[in-house]
């Protein structure tokens, strides 16, 4: 036996060559200072022997600010007004935030040919590196996006004994935070993000997020470092999700880097699949080359689609260098199989994309960052996309104020099906589109910025580089709402592009008439407030519209997290009552509310915080679910898409959000789940229609349109029960059922329920609406009788529960239950969890099962569900274990 082992052993070693690459985060035991109390330089300050007494636990990734949290040295700024109690770098000087970073870290002397490289994937704004007395940038980096890369091997202490110490200088300027939309806009003269001079849904970033920002790595490779690699996928034809596939193609590059002063010969690998090719290679001394690898064939392969449309296989492949038998370095690259092309629909004047040669309707929704003081984790990203793959969606658009999003993020992308537009650094606002008295120099001026464009461009092109494998990544786009400076646009989408990429629509701007042919004039986007619910079925507008947004405030769990007691006041309502005026406390106000209008008062002025937060849920519900139902029931008429404006908040901010800063979901998240189901049946309020919207590439056949209506009372009636079907990827509309919809609900509102069932009589779809009387009112809600629900809760996996609600036959409808995951110490909700739906209303006699999935921890006790309706008394119920 033991002989059999070994010879399967070593076969194994011939087969896969051993591999020399390592790699490792330096991500704890940092120590910072501020600038001013250090005296000595970078070379003496990175001996190892050089005494760091009274500095700082510093936190890397991160900034100076989140070092100063972390050692309580500031509150914290996301709760109530304490951003106000920071220095702001504006009036402070950049010194004030200019910090030493120092990490020391066990890395032995390389021997033979081995290197060693050090890398940083992110530093804002300058910085100046030193390791062991040397100093490894002869010429100050500067650029937040821009990565860095040092061969440290000549610089390794021989004991092992290592020390890197970074000083970081702030963006320079810092911008003014005037209150206008990114400050002065001069914080765009800089390549780095720009909302943290300020916005309309955040505050400054007081330090404007100066520091290691992103991650610092080591990694050890052979001779050779193979960084860069790139591959491309290509699916020609029209696919199916599912049967046998005819061949992908895939084309392979890679960057080979030969730092040692000898010529370096070996071969070039790809694998992926089961199948391999390969590339002999000889490398010059202290040289770098851009290698292709012969095309590669993968039969019948398992294609990536986005959510809603199919799988989202991905393939694990790798890319090697081998010298002999010996890996010299490697690169894990994981591969979602698909190809993006996009056509110009004339009907509706738009752009439309196809994957796999299918057109994809697109349902988007616009994100910041996953945070403002850029804390970014696995889990957090995990969580958010996670979110937008629940809400039904299949597109992010990363928002150019912001930044290339992560790696990370990207994975999650890949993961949950999430096509993603990608801006450049570039927004209207600051970058010069509008005469605004805010900026501190005029449009002319601001259309110039960044000052320096030969570091944009090389941003831009390393940072296309880091990203361009992942699937998700769907669209370029050159700016928010303006492109970028011609000589800039002109090396994105002429070199570039289509040099590091090729593959990807670019957009040259986020509402470009080359995305969405504008007739109606303004700026192709919005608009971003409350809108009658009629407006979103009735009203044009633009066809694809990269920015379409409503309100989003949480529920009173959420607002307390972050708002004092004393400020925990609902709106005043002033004015009369067709259009009354909003008054909101100051608090609400710096957390930047936009209001709810005349549209909360039908269900009845509120009477504290928690009823706004309660009433609020339902227009949240209404809002979103008609948002996606009327640019779905228009589908390839007027439209090719939307994407929401906003789904999400990096910050503490009281607008356009499905779940706040805290990943705690509120009812747009479900409204917006509900509108936009693949399958999805709907109502049209405008022309009390029903119709189907099916976004699949297959005929829904045998499907039971039922439609009935329920009395505030719980009694039903029957409106029509009758057999349809459905071709691919359109809307249809079915029954018009105005006149039973008039002499039902004209005294006090009604219920409508709409369903698609399947042959089993098993719903496909689901969809309950509370109707309003004739005045408008929601007269009949306000004088709901109680609904005894029961709830039944156990534990399915260590990881999920199960709840089932049982409304009794006899009684009324069970409305708008909202379920959560308590702590059964502190009754506070555990987050995140994710909810198969929420904000559910039982009807007499049924029973729903949802499903709970969250992370257990060893800190919190066996949690309790709790659900609460607006008819419904709040209960807490154990979770019984099977």
């Not at 199948?275 to 002999?280: D, G, I, L, R, S």
């Not at 708002?563 to 710096?590: C, F, H, R």
């Not at 729903?848 to 066996?862: E, F, I, Q, R």
């Amino acid at each position: 036996m033991k002989k059999h082992l070994l010879t399967l052993l070593l076969a194994w070693l011939a087969a896969y060559p051993l591999a020399a690459q390592q790699r490792y985060e330096l991500n704890s035991g940092w120590q910072a200072q501020s600038i001013a109390k250090v005296q000595a330089d970078g070379a003496r300050l990175s001996q190892p022997t050089y005494a760091l007494a009274g500095w700082l636990p510093a936190v890397v990734p991160g900034t100076v600010l989140t070092t100063q949290l972390a050692n309580k040295l500031v509150p914290d700024p996301f709760f109530g007004m304490n951003n106000n109690r920071i220095p702001d770098i504006y009036r402070t000087g950049r010194d004030y935030y200019t910090y030493w970073f120092v990490k020391d870290f066990k890395e032995a002397p390389a021997t033979d040919d081995d290197q060693v490289w050090l890398h940083l994937r992110g530093v804002n704004y300058s910085c100046e590196v030193y390791l062991n007395g040397q100093k490894l940038n002869q010429q100050t980096h500067h650029g937040m996006f821009l990565r860095q890369a040092y061969n440290i091997t000549p610089h390794l202490a021989q004991d092992g004994n290592n020390r890197l110490a970074v000083v970081v200088y702030p963006p320079d300027p810092v911008g003014n935070p005037n209150g206008g939309q990114g400050g002065d806009g001069t914080i765009a003269r800089g390549v780095s993000h720009q909302y943290v001079a300020g916005w309309d849904w955040i505050r400054p970033i007081r330090d404007r997020n100066t520091g290691i920002w992103d991650k610092v790595t080591i990694e050890k490779t052979k001779q050779i470092n193979l960084k860069n690699p790139h591959v491309v996928t290509r699916v020609p034809g029209m696919r199916q999700p599912n049967g046998p596939q005819q061949p992908a193609l895939l084309d392979v590059t890679a960057e080979l880097e030969n730092p040692t002063n000898k010529k370096v010969s070996g071969v070039l690998q790809y694998s992926i699949g089961g199948q391999t090719v390969t590339q002999k290679v000889s490398l010059p001394a202290r040289s770098m080359q851009v290698v292709s690898l012969p095309q590669l064939t993968l039969p019948n392969p398992k294609l990536w689609w986005p959510n809603g449309y199919g799988p989202q296989n991905l393939y694990p492949s790798k890319v090697q260098f081998l010298v002999g038998k010996t890996v010299s370095d490697e690169e894990d690259v994981q591969i979602g199989v698909r190809e993006i092309q996009t056509e110009w629909n004339a009907k509706t004047q738009s752009m439309q994309v196809l994957l796999n040669g299918q057109k994809i309707f697109i349902k988007g929704g616009n994100w910041i960052i996953s945070d403002a003081m850029l804390r970014f984790t696995d889990a957090r990203y995990d969580a958010e996309i996670r979110f937008h793959r629940d809400m039904n969606l299949n597109l992010i658009r990363v928002w150019g104020g912001a930044l290339i999003e992560r790696p990370e993020f990207y994975q999650a992308c890949d993961k949950y099906g999430m096509l993603v537009m990608q801006d450049f650094w570039m927004s209207g606002d600051c970058n010069g589109r509008w005469v605004d008295p805010m900026k501190l120099e005029d449009q002319w001026t601001r259309r110039q910025y960044p000052n320096d464009h030969r570091l944009f461009i090389n941003s831009a092109a390393d940072q296309v580089k880091m990203v361009r494998n992942y699937a998700s990544l769907g669209m370029w786009c050159g700016g928010n709402e303006i492109t970028p400076p011609k000589d800039i646009l002109t090396a994105l989408q002429d070199s570039i592009l289509p040099k590091l990429d090729g593959t990807r629509w670019f957009i040259t701007y986020s509402n470009s008439d080359s995305m969405s042919y504008n007739t109606q004039g303004g700026n192709g986007d919005g608009p971003y407030g409350i809108q009658p619910i009629s407006r979103f079925w009735a009203h044009r507008t633009y066809p694809f519209n990269s920015e379409v947004g409503s309100v989003g405030v949480g529920d009173y769990e959420s607002l307390e997290r972050f708002l004092p007691v004393a400020n925990l006041v609902p709106p005043q309502y002033l004015g009369p009552k067709s259009k009354p005026t909003e008054k909101v406390d100051s608090m609400w106000d710096y957390h930047t509310y936009i209001g709810y209008e005349q549209y909360l008062l039908p269900y009845g002025a509120p009477k504290d915080a928690r009823d706004f937060g309660l009433k609020a849920q339902l227009v949240n519900y209404d809002q979103y679910r008609a948002l996606m139902e009327g640019f779905s029931s228009h589908m390839w008429e007027w439209y090719t898409g939307s994407i929401i404006w906003k789904t999400q908040n990096p910050w503490t901010s009281l607008r356009g959000q499905m779940y706040d800063y805290y990943l705690d979901p509120n009812a747009c998240l479900y409204g917006l789940r509900n509108g936009s189901e693949p399958l999805h049946v709907m109502y049209n309020p405008v022309d009390s229609v029903v119709m189907i919207t099916n976004n699949s590439f297959e005929v829904k056949r045998d499907l039971m349109l039922v439609v009935d209506a329920y009395d505030m009372a719980g009694k039903k009636t029957p409106v029509t029960q009758v057999i349809v079907e459905i071709n691919p990827s359109m809307s249809k509309k079915y029954l018009p059922i105005n006149a039973i919809v008039k002499q039902l609900g004209q005294q006090k509102g009604m219920f409508l329920s709409v369903q698609l069932l399947d042959l089993t009589k098993k719903a496909v779809s689901s969809n309950f609406y509370w109707l309003p009387d004739a005045k408008g009112e929601y007269s009949g809600l306000k004088t709901m009788a109680k609904a005894p629900l029961t709830l039944t809760a156990r534990q399915t996996a260590a990881s999920q529960v199960s709840v089932t609600l049982t409304n009794p036959a006899t009684a009324p409808v069970a409305f708008f239950n909202r379920l959560a995951l308590v702590n059964p110490q502190t009754q506070k909700r555990i987050l995140p969890v994710f909810y198969t739906d929420n904000y559910v209303s039982v009807l007499p006699g049924e029973s729903k099962t949802v499903l709970l999935d969250y992370t257990p921890s060893t800190d919190v006790p066996a949690p309790v569900v709790s659900v609460e309706g607006w008819n419904v008394a709040k209960q807490l119920v154990p979770v019984a274990v099977n």
